[in-house]
Antibody
Framework: EVQLLESGGGWEEPGGSLRLSCAASGFIFRNYAMSWVRQAPGKGLEWVSAIRGSGDNTDYADTVKGRFTISRDNSKNTLYLQMNSLRAEDTAVYYC?????????????WGRGTLVTVSS | EIVLTQSPATLSLSPGERATLSCRASQSVSNYLGWYQQKPGQAPRLLIYDASNRATGIPGRFSGSGSGTDFTLTISSLEPEDFAVYYCQHRRNWPLTFGGGTKVEIK
């Protein structure tokens, strides 16, 4: 079955760190660029970060640049998001998403999301 | 950063009616625009890519049009399962951005 499964969300205090994982199955993971997209409670979608299939090129939204790091392990079919210096405004459901054809930035497969709550 | 403005914020329609949703970009995105549907508690689903191409498995009642800065998603005849929130997203440059969404609700 083609699917993405996120994990690693939870509660963290401001200034803390979390590492999200996204396990991919059912497709050739290394062939597809991937992204993280988040959604604050009751709000719209916000793109967070992107990584090419080889892992050698990454991009970030300004709101997370310098604090979050996207990476992937193609041998484990897993995408990661290391989140440091967390802020209250990072509270959201975080989705990992697969590009439609491997390289154009539309997302045709999404995980169910993992909730990150940043609060003291 | 390209800002995508969706209108209206809410569209109240009955099943069988035609829905017309708008997405306007703050600068040209060529045809690099997609549309997603999101239902409560679910992840988004890709409907349209590159302005007018239906994604795999998307019914023919969904169609997209436009180029440059003005885009439209049309649902020709609303089915009960179409009541949801719809988002546009561009891929013209970095950062990728989404519109604020249009909620299509049952009248």
């Amino acid at each position: 079955e083609v699917q993405l499964l996120e994990s690693g969300g939870g509660w963290e205090e401001p200034g803390g760190s979390l590492r999200l994982s996204c396990a991919a199955s059912g497709f050739i993971f290394r062939n597809y660029a991937m992204s993280w997209v988040r959604q604050a409670p009751g709000k719209g979608l916000e793109w967070v970060s992107a990584i090419r299939g080889s892992g050698d090129n990454t991009d970030y939204a300004d709101t997370v640049k310098g604090r979050f790091t996207i990476s992937r392990d193609n041998s484990k079919n897993t995408l990661y998001l290391q989140m440091n210096s967390l802020r209250a405004e990072d509270t959201a459901v975080y989705y990992c998403a697969k590009t439609r054809d491997g390289y154009t930035w539309y997302f045709d497969l999404w995980g169910r999301g993992t909730l990150v709550t940043v609060s003291s | 950063e390209i800002v995508l403005t969706q209108s209206p914020a809410t569209l109240s329609l009955s099943p069988g009616e035609r829905a017309t949703l708008s997405c306007r970009a703050s600068q040209s995105v060529s045809n690099y625009l997609g549309w997603y549907q999101q239902k409560p508690g679910q992840a988004p689903r890709l409907l349209i890519y590159d302005a007018s191409n239906r994604a795999t498995g998307i019914p023919g009642r969904f169609s997209g049009s436009g180029s440059g800065t003005d885009f439209t998603l049309t649902i020709s005849s609303l089915e009960p399962e179409d009541f949801a929130v719809y988002y546009c997203q561009h891929r013209r440059n970095w950062p990728l951005t989404f519109g604020g969404g249009t909620k299509v609700e049952i009248k």
